[in-house]
Every structure is written in structure tokens, then in C-alpha cells.
């Protein structure tokens, strides 16, 4: 049972999958996905390009229809699950493609992921923005810019500030590396490690594998819409079959 | 067969109808044969092409008054003065498309909605037209010396007219122009890159629309014998889109449907509803409107589709007749160059998809184009084949440069691609899918297809698609409907439609993506075959075992630039790959 | 021509095209938000004018039905809705919205005699009548296909504006009318003379844009609509639904159309179809926006309207046809200036 190779047993199941399978028409993306993340862990899913780890993310979102069992929290869902009732309960996806309010400034950009929180009578937005700001002070110095004009690296900050501004109980995040220079990529990462201080659970979806495997706690490899491997990080990170799916060096022809 | 009896029936019933009607029905007839025309026409554009016009009452208009004037005034012959209508109307038709249809979608109904007022209140406030009381004493038609005056001479004027608008509507629909139309619903990208002039086909469908609704309007002067601007209003030309809503946008037999429904369901509410309502008006709109709006979210293709089913269909997808194989490009010599690409640069505003980028492909070699997600492969593949230009730099096929080219000029000189995103048009049969990739290889244009003089050519394109599905090894699918295959098979279908371009270059972006371990082999057997005839491919993959074991030659792009090119097993122990592929944090360094 | 006339000219152009400048916006609003191009935008102005006018004859005008009628569908759709989702906690809301408030409204004005109400509480009934039929419509009509391709929604536009000219001619049969004027106060310019009306309107019309524009860029639900029409599946994350962000865009279009409506009603003659020609002209000008462009849209209607008021001057007959014929340079000019292949969805 991978619960049980957790860091911590005892913290409570955030997210718990079992069976999740999703099909584009025809074709079956994802086959018998079973994962589970405690609170304050970090789990990741690695897997060559094409693995279906996008679409994992996606259906756990909402954004996707599923099939499968997915409890959230304790609570088990139905099929038709809602992206905005997710976000009222803490859940959410930093997507691959950041998908940023481009013509808008970066404080614009994170007062809105306060929205769903404001329209449910919170009024703490100024503060969970000031701790952003604290945890990424160089969007503190782009705060009057508009997104569309950021870096890579600043629009990954963006995305992540804008999803921490909704105080989330589980974060997604879908390759934060992606595209981004080496050291911005050690930043975000030490970023991300840091988080779980909060109690967050993240989810995090990655073809960095070195680098995810070394901030997480436990980890998945995704081949072909199955999870293929999975187990503690530090296990994960010796084992020759992960370097295998990606490099295809197993078969010599 | 059963549809066969039906049809005869219906026609049976159409020629017997006159000897036993009351002369009120044969008028009702009458209106909805000339309403089917204008209708026919919607199904095209709309039903067919993907686009609409609000303004087919306006070119009704057209017709009527053309005749309505030039005979009235000028007292010249009614049938020499329908060439005249349909010129002016053809004339106003390639204007609005050429000025709309380049643009997004929605810009042609709009700019329709004010042609069609405008062209309203001229009707109205022009005196050579008659202003706002029109034109009387318009002539009968004469046919063959003998006068068409009454109601039941003129239903067989009108519906013999209509028939063979249907007719040859289906000729141009099932040839090689008529599928570039087809493809223009959510296949432009793909039709494009296939060669096919997408801006051409949609103001073909447009003007042709066009002209099925002059022809409409001259009919109605002669019917009427007097026109005013009354009935080629803007009002009228929406209830002409909401006969083709209604009765299926998507089939010609749809346009006669719809226009019955609404001619009729219009006489019956105009009749009941200001005595239910105790007021007079047109209130039958209010029905129409929310009509519409229903039939929209329960049957988005209108009642002639629900009315098959109870009729289920027998597939009468064309079948391959022997003939002529079409001539073949001569490939280049083994080895020599085919593409080049040179410090090729692409920019999306401020970020750079392709930073310098360098390649080669030679004839009867496989080179794979790899690196991780958001590298700039797909980019790149773009550039090279005209669908987006790069910034700088300079791509050559076969010596010539070509970055400046639209992807169609570049199809033509014998590139040809797939996509990463399965392109096809699910409804139509997979032969007809990969008869599209022969696009270029045929001369016939739609007129040629309404007349059915292009037979022999199009027996050829078709037999030339099901060599290239047999060579794919897909011809027990050749007759099914592609978006019925699992998507394995439909990236096969993709290659098949590369190929029946006859290229001499072949772009495979992904092809191994969802396909299965016998199904990679059988590609990967294909592509060995293709390259053993001295066919160059280049191609972006994921999988490393397929490509690995299939590519002559690599280049691995990481940020937007080339890393590494060599053998296979040379770019495999490559350290930088490996660091480009699997993350290049340090552990030592605690990140 | 001599000035006076010139002078008079201008007027009435810039008082008409301050009217399709709010139209324009409002009509780029929704596309940008919903992709919907709201052909009945213009019905808005003619509902707004001529419920206002019902009022001042002292009737109950027909929207207020229109209003309870489609509460009622609203209503049943979404606690069909609620039921097969197990919300029934939404339940007495979605009644109290869609079903209480209408009848409350209606139990006023049966209570109280209308055409002695002052003028600002007949103008307040009268947006508290029209503006919820905007939300309304948008849930009813548009919401279940909200998926649907650029053209389905413009050809359901067209269904709901056909529908609503049905209901118009029910509600207010085919005479138009005019409604008191707000004021009766004119201001001398040398020769000419300058209409407190006509000066009203502008001015109102100015107050509506900036409060526009200070809702856009200062609250919350503003900023959130934008981020709708920037990125859809950004905003979706975000929890903006979709729905709640059609439903806005609806209801601020109604309340420009309504309100638009009212300002023009004492100075020009408005029959149950008028708002169509009126709301188009408004589209002229979003055209040369390219229906995206605020300032642009809003200085292109500005343009139709003294266009339109010229040539009533010197082709009275043609001037419909001369501002309609505009668009062709304008989609002339942005087809040579679009370099855009498309993919339909």
C-alpha cells in the first residue's frame, strides 16, 4: 500500500485515488491510477514526456472527466467533479501552462487568487499577500508590472504566489521546472520544499526527475498512462529503471 | 434500397402532387421550393463550411429586382436578365467574402446582418426601384414558347429547379473541391498544410450561396409578377437560417425539411396567435425564436438527422474503381540534401522558441528531432513547414528557400506533414480523409464536380487514397468513418494522408504517441520502407525505444537550441542529454 | 451650412453616439467575457425606454411579466439542477432570487400607482424590472451551450432577439412612445441652442463609462470579469466560474442597455423594435474596435453617431444605409491589416 510508505503515517490522507482511469474518446490516457498524500508531504510524479502526467493533474482538478474512486479530504466525490467547488476546498493547480492574467499586474494577478476566498466572506487577502510577497520578494519589486511581461522564472513565481494566495490544503503543481535556467529552477525548488512547513500537501508533477525526487518525500513513475514504480524518493532516485523510461536505454535494436 | 424506394416515392409524390392539390397547398409548395433554395444554399455555408450569412434575403433580393427592373424598364428578355442577376450577385458576393473571410469566423454573419439592411432601405428609398411600393408588371416566364403563369405550371418550374440544385449541391460536395469545403469545419489548419486554399473554398461556398438565393428571388418576380423591399428583409434572411437550423444544417434534404417546417408552422401560427393573444402582429417569431433556441441545445443538427434515424441508412460511401495510378514526383538521389535549416530563430514576443537552430535532412534518411516537453520541437516543425514563419534565418527544400511561403506553396513543392494533435475529419470515411493529402494532385475545380465531368480524375485521387491506406495497412478501415478508429490507427491514417501528397519529405510529428507495441513495430516498419524507397522523414518523437532504434541521425533541442547531433548511441551517453532529460540539479550542492 | 446648423448637427451626433459608445462597450464586454455576440443588446434599450414609459401611463408594463415568467424557468432549471447534485440547501435561495423578488416587485407596483411615483424611483423600478432578464437569459439560453462554437451562440443571439422583438410588439403593441423629459432646461451658445436633455445624456452617459471603468480596474468581481476574457481556464482555477462570470457580463449589458434605454426615452420616438437598429449601430462601432477594444469601440460609435446625424441632414432617406455601408471600409481595412489564419473550433 503506498500510504503506508509515507514520511509520516500518522498525518491525515489529504488526497486519496484509487482506480482513476481517463479516456479521451477512444483512448484510454490514464489505466488503474492509485496515489495517495498525506498532509505536509510532498509527493511527485515523474515520467517521460507523454506519460499522461498532465492529465493526471487535470482530472484530479475537475478540469478532466474521470472514472475511479477520489477522495478529497476525507470526503468521497462523485463523477461530476467541479473545478470551483475544488478551489472553495483548498485545492489547486498550478497549471504547466501557468496561465497568467497577462494584461494584468502581478498584484492583480494575486489578488485574484484570493477571489474565491473573498467571495466566501474572507478578508485576509492583504496579509496571505504579504507572506507572497515574503516568499518571493522579487514579485514584490514586479508588483505594479503586468504579467505578460515577466520572465519564465518570474511567471512561475506568479503562478505559484497566486495559488498559495488561496491558503491551499493540497497544491498541484504541474513541472514548475519547465523551460526555466538551471538556478531559477533551484529557487523555485527550494521554494517548494520550504512550503510544507505550512502543512500543505503538494502534489508535484515533473520531468525533472533528479530534482523532484530529491524534494520529495515519495514518488510515483508514470509510463504510459500506468504508474510503472513507485516508493520512497531516496529509493527512487538510485533505481536504474527510472532512468530507463526516460532514455529508452533498455532496448538496443 | 429502402432509401431508394423513399426518394422515388417522395419524387412520385412531388410530380403526382399538382393533379390533386388545392391551389391553396400548390402555393404553399411553391414558397417552400423557392425557401429550399435559399435554404440549400445555407447548408452549404453553414451546415457544410461552418460559416453563416443573415444576408441570403438580400441576394434573394438581388435576383428579384435585377429581373423586376431590366424587364419592367428596359423590357428586356426574363431569361437574359437571370445571367445579369447572378453576375451582379456573384460580383457582391466575392466583395463581402474577400473583405470578410479572412478575418475570424464571426465576421462574415456580421458584416451580412449590415449588407442586408443596408441593401433593405436602398430597395426602399431608390425611385428607379419603386421605393417603398416596388416594381408591377413584371412579365411571366415562357418556356419553350408556352407562358408559365398559373401556380401549378410554375411548381413544376420551381421544384425541377430545386432537384437539381440538390443534385448537383451532392456532385460538389462528394469531389475533390467539396471535400477541401468539408474540411473547412474545423479542419483549416490541416486543409492548409495539405495544400488546399482554404480562403478560396470558403468564398466559393459563400458566393455559391449567393447565387442558389438569386436564383430564388428571379424565380419569385416571375412568380409574383411584382416585388417590393417587404420580403428581402434582414428578418426574412434570419427565418432562412432557421429553416436550415431547424431542419439540419448539415444535409441538403434538411434545407426542404426545414423550409416546410417553418413555411408551414408560419401560416398555421399567424393564423392562431393573434386570436389567442387577442391582438394582431407577427407574433409566430416569439415561437421561432424559442424554437430555435430549443433545437439548438437538444438536436444541434436539427430534425432531418433525427428523422434518419428512424430510416437507419445503409453505407453508400464511395467505393474504389480501378484507375489510372497518378504520376509520381521523382525522389532525389539517395543521400543528397533536402531540407536545410540555417540559425533559424523564433520569437513569440519576448520569448524565443527557437534560438538558432540548425538541421539537415538528406533523401532516404530518418532524423529524429527530440528533446524535453517545451524544447521547441513542435516550433520548429511549424517553421519548417510554413505554418509559422520563423523570425529570422532561412529554411531550404530542395536548394529553394522557402521560409517566406505559405504552407501551401511549401506542400506543393513536395513537403508534407501529420500533426501532433490528430487532425482528421471524424465524419468522413478514412478514403476521403486521405484523399485530401492528394489534394494537389488534381486540376478539377467545383464546377467541373457539379457537372460530374471530373469523374475520371476523382477515380483516380480515390484510388491513389486507398494504395497509400493499403500500403499503411489500413484498408479493412478504408470505408469507416475516421473519428471511429481508436487514435493508434488515426495517426496511421495521418501518414497515409502525408503520403498520398506524394512527398518527397515527410514531417512526422509524434506519430508513436497512444499507439500500441505491435502497432509501433508495423510503423516502424513503414517508415523503414518508406526510407529504404528514398523517402527523407524527419521526426519528433517521445518514445526513445522507437526512435533509438529507428533514426539514422539525432538532434536533441533544449531551450529552444540544438544540444547535441549524432548517431543514436552517441547522443545516448551523451552527458549532457541525460542532464537535459532527466534534471540537472546537483545533489552535492543541496540543490 | 452655417455653423448653427453644424452646431445642431453635432449635438445630436455626439448625444446619439454617446448611446452607442455605452452599447459598444457593453457589447464587447460580453464577447470578450462569454464569446457571445448579443445581437439583442439593442431590445435591452427599447425594454428599458418603453417600461419606463409604461410606468409614466401608470400600466404595469409587460417586462415585469417577462420578469416573473422567466424567474420561474430560471428557477426550475436550476433546482432541477440542485436536486440531481443533492444541494437542497440552494433550494430557498434560487426561489427568494428568481421567483420572491419579482413577485415582491410586482406586489409594489400593484400596491402603489406608478405614474405618481417620482422620477428617479420610476427609473429604479424600471432597471430593477429589466437588468435581472439579462442574467436570466443568459442562463436560460446560453449557459446550457456555453461550450458551443462562436457561431451557434450568435445564431441562438439571433433566436433571442427575434423572440424578445415577439415579446416587445406583445408588451407595448406597435405605437412607440416618449417619456417625461428629466429636464426642461436649455443653455444659449451664441446662436445655437444646447438642450439640458441632450446635456444630460452625455453627462450620465460619461458617469456610467468612468464607474465602468472604475469597477473594471478597483473591485474584485471587476478585475475577475477581465481575467475571465483574458484566460478563460486561468480564471476557472481561480474559481471564477464560467457561469458566474456569464451571468455578470449579462446582467452589466442589460443594465448599459436598460439604462441607455432611459436616457434616450424622452428624446426620441421608441417602438417596440427600435433598439435593434440602435444596438447595431452600437456593433458598427465595437467593429472597429475589432471587438476588443475598449477606447476604440467607444470612439467608433461616437463616430457613427455624428456620421448617422450628418447624413440625416444632406440623404435623409439614405442615412441608414450610409451608416451601415460604413462598416464595409472598416472590415475592409482590418482584413488587409489581419494577417491571421484561423482555426474554427
Known amino acids: 500500500m503506498a500510504t503506508e510508505l509515507g514520511e509520516n503515517p500518522v498525518a491525515p490522507v489529504v488526497l486519496d485515488v484509487r482506480d482513476l482511469s481517463v479516456s479521451y474518446g477512444k483512448v484510454e490516457a490514464l489505466r488503474g491510477i492509485n496515489l495517495s498524500i498525506r498532509k505536509g508531504e510532498i509527493v511527485t510524479v515523474i515520467g517521460p514526456n507523454g506519460a499522461g502526467k498532465t492529465t493526471l493533474l487535470s482530472a484530479l482538478m475537475g478540469l478532466l472527466p474521470a472514472k475511479g474512486d477520489i477522495s478529497y479530504l476525507g470526503e468521497h466525490q462523485g463523477t461530476d467533479r467541479q473545478v470551483e467547488h475544488l478551489v472553495r476546498h483548498g485545492m489547486t493547480l498550478v497549471p504547466e501552462r501557468r496561465e497568467l492574467f497577462g494584461e494584468m499586474s502581478v498584484e492583480d494577478n494575486l489578488l485574484l487568487g484570493a477571489f474565491d476566498r473573498y467571495r466566501a466572506g474572507h478578508r485576509d487577502h492583504l496579509e496571505t499577500m504579504d507572506q507572497v510577497y515574503d516568499i518571493f520578494p522579487r514579485l514584490l519589486e514586479r508588483r505594479e508590472q503586468m504579467a505578460g511581461t515577466l520572465s519564465g522564472g518570474e511567471r512561475q513565481m506568479l503562478a505559484m504566489g497566486r495559488a498559495l494566495v488561496a491558503k491551499p490544503k493540497l497544491l498541484m503543481l504541474d513541472e514548475p521546472s519547465l523551460g526555466l535556467a538551471p538556478l531559477i529552477i533551484k529557487e523555485i525548488f527550494r521554494t517548494i520544499a520550504a512550503l510544507t512547513k505550512t502543512g500543505v500537501a503538494i502534489l508535484l508533477v515533473e520531468q525533472n526527475a533528479r530534482a523532484a525526487l530529491h524534494v520529495s518525500d515519495r514518488a510515483y513513475v508514470l509510463e504510459t498512462g500506468e504508474i510503472s514504480l513507485e516508493g520512497p524518493s531516496k529509493e527512487l532516485a538510485r533505481d536504474p529503471r527510472v532512468i530507463e523510461s526516460y532514455l529508452g536505454l533498455g532496448h538496443r535494436h | ?591 | ?345
Open chain 3, 1 to 345: 451650412m452655417d455653423l448653427q446648423i453644424v452646431l445642431l448637427l453635432g449635438q445630436d451626433g455626439i448625444t446619439s453616439g454617446a448611446i452607442y459608445a455605452l452599447l459598444a462597450l457593453a457589447l464587447v464586454l460580453v464577447f470578450a467575457v462569454t464569446r457571445v455576440i448579443f445581437i439583442p443588446q439593442g431590445e435591452f434599450v427599447a425594454f428599458g425606454a418603453l417600461t419606463l414609459s409604461s410606468l409614466q401611463a401608470g400600466k404595469l408594463p409587460g417586462t415585469l411579466w417577462l420578469l416573473i415568467g422567466l424567474g420561474a424557468a430560471v428557477a426550475f432549471a436550476d433546482i432541477s439542477w440542485a436536486l440531481r447534485h443533492h444541494k437542497m440547501r440552494r433550494v430557498p435561495l434560487i426561489l427568494f432570487y428568481n421567483c420572491g423578488v419579482p413577485i415582491l416587485l410586482a406586489g409594489y407596483l400593484l400596491a402603489v400607482s406608478p405614474a405618481t411615483l417620482p422620477q428617479p424611483v420610476q427609473v429604479a423600478l424600471t432597471l430593477a424590472m429589466v437588468v435581472p432578464i439579462g442574467a436570466m437569459i443568459y442562463r436560460l439560453a446560453y449557459q446550457p451551450i456555453a461550450e458551443a462554437s462562436v457561431l451557434m451562440l450568435l445564431i441562438v443571439s439571433v433566436a433571442v432577439h427575434v423572440a424578445l422583438i415577439g415579446l416587445g410588439l406583445l408588451f407595448f403593441g406597435a405605437e412607440g412612445s416618449r417619456t417625461t423629459p428629466f429636464t426642461d432646461m436649455s443653455f444659449q451658445i451664441g446662436d445655437a441652442v444646447l438642450q439640458g436633455q441632450t446635456v444630460l445624456v452625455v453627462v450620465a452617459s460619461l458617469v456610467l463609462i468612468v464607474a465602468l471603468y472604475f469597477y473594471f480596474e478597483r473591485t474584485i468581481y471587476g478585475k475577475a470579469l477581465r481575467a475571465t476574457a483574458m484566460n478563460r481556464t486561468g480564471a476557472r482555477l481561480m474559481g471564477i466560474s464560467a457561469n458566474l462570470a456569464g451571468r455578470l457580463s449579462f446582467m452589466l449589458a442589460a443594465l448599459i442597455g436598460a439604462f441607455s434605454g432611459v436616457l434616450i426615452a424622452p428624446i426620441t420616438t421608441i417602438y417596440y423594435d427600435s433598439g435593434f437598429l440602435i444596438g447595431l449601430k452600437g456593433f458598427v462601432g465595437a467593429i472597429i474596435g475589432g471587438l476588443a477594444s475598449y477606447p476604440i469601440a467607444a470612439a467608433g460609435a461616437i463616430l457613427v453617431g455624428l456620421l448617422e446625424s450628418f447624413s440625416s441632414f444632406y440623404a435623409s432617406a439614405f442615412k441608414e444605409v450610409i451608416v451601415f455601408t460604413l462598416i464595409i471600409p472598416v472590415l475592409l481595412w482590418r482584413s488587409l491589416t489581419s494577417r491571421h489564419v484561423e482555426e474554427e473550433e
Open chain 2, 1 to 591: 434500397m429502402r432509401n431508394r424506394l423513399l426518394l422515388g416515392a417522395f419524387l412520385a409524390a412531388l410530380a403526382l402532387g399538382p393533379l390533386v392539390l388545392p391551389e391553396f397547398t400548390i402555393t404553399l409548395l411553391n414558397y417552400i421550393g423557392l425557401y429550399a433554395m435559399v435554404a440549400l444554399g445555407l447548408v452549404l455555408l453553414t451546415g457544410v463550411g461552418g460559416l453563416t450569412s443573415f444576408g441570403q434575403a438580400a441576394f434573394v433580393g438581388i435576383g428579384a429586382y435585377t429581373t423586376a427592373y431590366l424587364t419592367t424598364v428596359h423590357g428586356v428578355s426574363p431569361w437574359l436578365t437571370l445571367p445579369a442577376a447572378l453576375a451582379i450577385t456573384a460580383a457582391v458576393a466575392l466583395f463581402l467574402g474577400f473583405i470578410t473571410l479572412r478575418m475570424g469566423g464571426h465576421y462574415l454573419p456580421l458584416g451580412t446582418i449590415a449588407w442586408g439592411i443596408s441593401l433593405y432601405f436602398l430597395f426602399g428609398n431608390v425611385d428607379f426601384l419603386g421605393g417603398y411600393t416596388g416594381i408591377t408588371g413584371i412579365p411571366a416566364l415562357s418556356l419553350l414558347g408556352l407562358e408559365v403563369k398559373s401556380g401549378r405550371e410554375f411548381y413544376y418550374l420551381i421544384w425541377a429547379m430545386l432537384l437539381l440544385l440538390v443534385l448537383t449541391t451532392r456532385n460538389l460536395l462528394d469531389s475533390r473541391e467539396g471535400r477541401a469545403i468539408r474540411a473547412l469545419k474545423g479542419g483549416s489548419l490541416m486543409a492548409e498544410a495539405m495544400g488546399v486554399n482554404t480562403p478560396r473554398a470558403k468564398i466559393i461556398v459563400f458566393t455559391v450561396a449567393a447565387l442558389y438565393a438569386c436564383l430564388s428571388g428571379w424565380l419569385y418576380a416571375h412568380l409574383q409578377r411584382f416585388v417590393n423591399p417587404t420580403p428581402f428583409s434582414l428578418s426574412q434572411g434570419i427565418e432562412f437560417l432557421f429553416m436550415v437550423v431547424v431542419g439540419g444544417a448539415g444535409h441538403v434534404w434538411g434545407a426542404i425539411l426545414g423550409a416546410g417546417v417553418i413555411t408551414i408552422l408560419k401560416q398555421w401560427l399567424q393564423d392562431w396567435l393573434p386570436r389567442l393573444l387577442g391582438q394582431s402582429g407577427n407574433f409566430e417569431v416569439i415561437v421561432f425564436g424559442l424554437l430555435m433556441i430549443l433545437v439548438l441545445h437538444r438536436a444541434r443538427e436539427g430534425l432531418w438527422p433525427l428523422l434518419l434515424r428512424l430510416f437507419p441508412a445503409q453505407a453508400t460511401r464511395p467505393r474504389v474503381a480501378e484507375a489510372e495510378p497518378l504520376a509520381r514526383r521523382t525522389l532525389p538521389d539517395n543521400g543528397s540534401v533536402l531540407l536545410e535549416v540555417n540559425n533559424a530563430t523564433k520569437r513569440f514576443g519576448g520569448l524565443v522558441a527557437n534560438d538558432d537552430m540548425s538541421l539537415t535532412v538528406r533523401a532516404g534518411e530518418v532524423m529524429a528531432l527530440i528533446g524535453p516537453n517545451g524544447a521547441g520541437k513542435t516550433t520548429m516543425f511549424n517553421a519548417i513547414s510554413g505554418i509559422s514563419p520563423v523570425s529570422s534565418g532561412e529554411v531550404r527544400f530542395l536548394g529553394e528557400r522557402v521560409e517566406g511561403l505559405t504552407a501551401r506553396d511549401i506542400a506543393r513543392r513536395g513537403m508534407s506533414r501529420t500533426f501532433q494533435h490528430v487532425r482528421l475529419l471524424p465524419a468522413m470515411s478514412v478514403l476521403e480523409n486521405v484523399a485530401i493529402g492528394a489534394h494537389l494532385r488534381g486540376r478539377r475545380n467545383f464546377l467541373h464536380a457539379a457537372c460530374r465531368t471530373e469523374r475520371k480524375e476523382e477515380a483516380c485521387l480515390l484510388h491513389e487514397a486507398a494504395l497509400q491506406i493499403e500500403r499503411c495497412g489500413l484498408a479493412e478501415h478504408m470505408y469507416e468513418a475516421a473519428g471511429s478508429l481508436p487514435l493508434g490507427k488515426q495517426r496511421i491514417v495521418e501518414i497515409a494522408r502525408a503520403l498520398a501528397a506524394d512527398p518527397c519529405l515527410l514531417l512526422l510529428d509524434e506519430p508513436a504517441a497512444g499507439l500500441r507495441y505491435l502497432e509501433k513495430k508495423a510503423l516502424g516498419e513503414l517508415l523503414r520502407r518508406l526510407r529504404h524507397e528514398g523517402m527523407g522523414i524527419l521526426l519528433v518523437e517521445h518514445d526513445m525505444d522507437f526512435v533509438m532504434g529507428l533514426a539514422d541521425r539525432v538532434v536533441v533541442m533544449e531551450f529552444g537550441q540544438k544540444l547535441a547531433e549524432g548517431l543514436p548511441e552517441e547522443v545516448q551517453r551523451n552527458p549532457a542529454v541525460l542532464e537535459a532529460y532527466l534534471g540537472g540539479v546537483d545533489e552535492h550542492d543541496g540543490y
